[in-house]
């Protein structure tokens, strides 16, 4: 059987779609975020691997969950989650949900509704943001604008790469109902240019979540850190970008991902604008049109 180790894709935070412990998170918290970072990436490349058989998968991110506990010093990343998470006072709750979400992947391959989808990122995006919520000592009434901005996240990755999700790992999160509701099968991910009915399909789904990052909208503004407000801003700016470009490209053929200099810009405005409603806050300035007269 392969080691946890030797499943591992190279990809580190620089590569992810949205920023992971970026300068804008405070020196103090970016330790803990890391070593949370670097067992769940492990755990995902296991998950992903083209070449390992289910039951190794499973087995490996059992020995992943044994060293995060306790109970084996197997894998180094688990090992120094557990110190990080014991130094912090910090629950493991939120790795071992992630894990259940890794462990679906090895075997689901499917997804019925967008239900069972929005439950799927309950355990493989929500526990991100909740764990870096901890890690900032944030109240758990932000959690509900955490979540939706996560599972927004998550999906809009799954849009992103659903056709290579398909081809390299007959992996489609694309609900099943949502395909036969416009009269598709899952086979029509293997196209080199989505049909008409996909990139329907695929703009709906966009709007999806687009509606749950209506909900997560105010989230930068209730966190009180500073800093992680200002990364939750740039975060949700980018992910309102991909779901305009989802609704208006195709995913199969297209670049969706935004270059790095647009993803820069788009950074930038985001973090300025809830820069400036703190600013407001302080000084008693309204935003206009927001709150009316008085």
């Known amino acids: 059987m392969s080691s946890v180790a030797e499943l591992q894709s190279g990809k580190g935070h ?7 412990a970026s300068f804008l998170i405070a020196p103090r918290y970016r330790a803990p975020v890391m070593a949370f ?4 990436r492990a755990a995902d490349d296991v998950s992903d691997s083209a070449t390992a058989a289910p ?3 499973l087995a490996l991110l059992e020995q992943m969950r044994l060293s995060l506990v306790g109970e084996s010093d197997a894998v180094p990343e688990g090992v120094a989650l557990r110190t990080t998470l014991a130094e912090r006072r910090l629950s493991a709750v939120h790795a071992l949900d992630l894990l259940e979400a890794f462990r679906r992947d090895c075997t689901k391959l499917r997804y019925r509704d967008w239900d069972d989808l929005i439950d799927y990122c309950r355990y493989s995006a929500m526990p991100v943001g909740r764990f870096v919520l901890d890690v900032h000592g944030e109240a758990q009434s932000l959690w509900p604008a955490n979540d939706a901005l996560c599972a927004a996240l998550q999906v809009i990755n799954h849009l992103q790469d659903c056709a290579k999700d398909y081809r390299e790992l ?3 999160y694309l609900p099943l109902d949502v395909l036969a509701a416009h009269g598709l099968d899952v086979e029509a991910l293997a196209d080199r240019q989505a049909a008409p009915p996909l990139r329907r399909a695929i703009a709906g789904l966009a709007g999806r979540c687009g509606a ?13 850190d500073r800093r992680l407000a200002l990364e939750v801003g ?10 305009h470009r989802l609704e208006r490209r195709d995913p199969l053929s297209e670049r969706v991902h935004h270059r790095p200099a647009e993803a820069a810009g788009i950074a930038l405005r985001g973090g300025l604008a809830v820069a400036a409603r703190r600013l407001g806050r302080v000084f008693g300035w309204r935003e206009p049109g927001l709150h009316g007269n008085r």
């Open 55 to 57: 039951e190794e998968k």
């Open 37 to 40: 970072y670097k067992f769940v």
């Open 234 to 243: 740039v975060i949700q700016a980018l992910a309102e970008s991909l779901v």
């Open 170 to 172: 007959d992996r489609v």
């Open 14 to 20: 620089n590569d992810e779609n949205f920023p992971v």
């Open 212 to 224: 749950l990052l209506d909900q997560s909208r105010a989230f930068a503004d209730r966190i009180a």
